[in-house]
């Protein structure tokens, strides 16, 4: 079954990915994204470490 990602998940992994990319990556950014991530996977029952494996594929290998 696949993990459901919230839209908000993938804005603030996409604004964490760019900041990357750009060798600015802030602790802010690395924090909300973090937190986002642990909120979500309690939410839902889920895995911390596959809803953020899962996001990251979505975010940085959109492809796949």
Do not use: N
């Not at 990357?20 to 839902?44: C, F, M, N, P």
């Amino acid at each position: 079954m696949a993990i459901k990602l919230s839209d908000e998940l993938i804005k603030l992994e996409t604004k964490a990915w760019e900041e990357i990319q750009a060798g600015a990556l802030t602790v802010d950014t690395a924090q909300a994204v973090q937190a986002a991530i642990s909120e979500h996977a309690k939410a839902t029952g889920e895995d911390r470490f596959k809803v953020e494996a899962a996001l990251k594929k979505k975010v940085r290998h959109p492809e796949d």
